[in-house]
């Protein structure tokens, strides 16, 4: 019994070695590289028959581990050494993104390769982002027409969903920005993925990754205006991701704003106060009266914290908006803004469901303040108003409309007596 106790020991490590060796062979690099560099050469340029060997290789070597390899040969046609050159000592093929013509069919046919290729091995994709993230980062070491190419692919693979913006992080490297790599490349890449979707699909794709705001930073610190951005993109051909950016920067100055106002109001600041800095912002950032009515009635009702019961929030209501209600009639002075408010009062009242009973209420107190007048109430009641809660607001509104619209003939019957 002791004898077998103590050869248990040294079988075990016999197996262990084995193992070992074994796993040493199977997860070679080079080996891996070797294979793959093959397939590519006996595929050739048939993108088809490309596919089909990545397809069933997936089942034989280990992609898993051999991510970045795998990625590195399909896009330069070798291991990159760190700055985007190619090993010397690794096996290479021509087969590959960069060796292959600039043109858009050509590069939309590569994407089909690397969309195939994912779809098939989703565990993948993670790999897939941050090999084109760390591409970005030796942009200097590729030739203009590799950064092209590359370029090209990318904003085919954002479009169709294959790549998420947040790999454009990469393109807001100090040393890519300065020499102006950056904006270059950028250029190439949403003028492909505006080939293939429109404005809406770029905005979108940006905005989930917290992109659309950092777009400026392709540019070095001392060109990060809003004209430098649209007159450089602008004359390289992409007026829409121009008026996007113009656009994301108004958004941001009104969002300053509206909490600038909040701040304000919150702190009682005087009436006069508040209307003259209104005033200035419209001037200073070329806002709309109809824009700002919008954003004055947001902060109004959010300066306070509301009563959670039905009752005693209209109450509630009613005085902070009387107290307002100079405020708001200082920026109605359009039939639109008087309208915009309307909606804006709508929406509001159907969003937060303590308020759905005090929509008549606030309406009828801001027309006896004078900020609404019967001719937008109306024009509220008749066509104007959205669907959000339409007939519960439309039938509190009834008998107060009936009242305006039987004091507006009354009116003219004394008017035409009078004549």
């Known amino acids: 019994m002791s004898n077998q106790r103590q050869q248990k020991p040294t079988l075990t490590g016999q197996r262990f070695k084995t193992r070992k060796r074994d796993e040493k062979e199977r997860f070679d690099p080079t080996h891996f590289q070797e294979s793959i560099v093959q397939g590519l050469n006996q595929s050739g340029t048939d993108l088809e028959a490309v596919a089909k ?7 034989k070597l280990d992609y898993r581990r051999y991510v970045e390899t795998l990625f590195d040969i399909l896009v ?6 760190p700055g985007g050159t190619l090993s010397d000592d690794m096996t290479r093929t021509e087969f590959c993104l960069f060796k292959a013509q600039e043109d858009m069919e050509t590069m939309q046919a590569y994407a089909q390769v690397f969309n195939k290729l994912i779809r098939r091995y989703k565990y ?8 084109i993230k760390k591409l970005l980062l030796f942009l200097k070491g590729f030739t203009e027409s590799e950064r092209n190419k590359l370029a090209m692919l990318a904003g085919i693979l954002l479009a169709n969903g294959n790549l998420s913006a947040a790999i454009l992080s990469s393109l807001f490297n100090e040393n890519l920005v300065k020499e102006g790599v950056s904006a270059c490349f950028a250029v190439k890449l949403f003028k492909s993925w505006f080939s ?17 705001s950092r777009l400026m930073e392709l540019f070095p610190a001392n060109k ?4 430098h951005f649209s007159k450089y993109f602008t004359d390289a051909g992409l007026p829409e991701l121009s008026d996007f950016a113009r656009n994301q920067q108004s958004i941001g100055a009104r969002k300053e704003l509206q909490k600038e106002l909040e701040e304000q109001i919150s702190r009682g600041d005087p009436l006069k106060d508040i209307i003259l800095y209104v005033r200035e912002e419209i001037q200073k950032n070329n806002i709309s009266e109809q824009m700002m009515i919008g954003l004055i009635w947001a902060s109004v009702m959010s300066s306070v914290e509301w009563n959670k019961k039905e009752e005693l929030v209209t109450e509630q209501a009613i005085k902070l908006l009387k107290q307002y209600s100079p405020l708001l009639k200082a920026f109605t002075s359009q039939g639109l803004s008087e309208l915009t408010l309307l909606l804006k009062i709508q929406e509001y009242c159907y969003d937060n ?11 009828v107190l801001l027309y006896k303040a ?8 109306l024009k ?12 519960v607001f439309l039938e509190q509104m009834k008998k107060f409309v009936e009242w305006l619209k039987n004091a507006e003939e009354e009116s003219e019957s004394e008017e035409e007596e009078a004549d």
Not at 353 to 363: G, P, S
């Open 76 to 81: 330069a046609g070798g291991m990159l050494a």
């Open 124 to 131: 993948l994709e993670k790999g897939f982002q941050e090999e």
């Open 370 to 377: 004078d900020v609404l007048s019967e001719e937008a109430i």
């Open 353 to 363: 469901i303590e308020f759905m009973k005090a929509f008549q209420k606030i309406v």
């Open 224 to 227: 990060r205006s809003c004209e």
């Open 196 to 212: 293939e979707k429109d404005i809406n699909s770029v905005s979108s794709g940006l905005r989930k990754v917290g992109m659309d």
């Open 380 to 391: 509220w009641y008749n066509d104007a108003h959205v669907a959000k809660g339409k007939s």
């Open 53 to 59: 060997f990545l397809d069933s290789s997936g089942a």
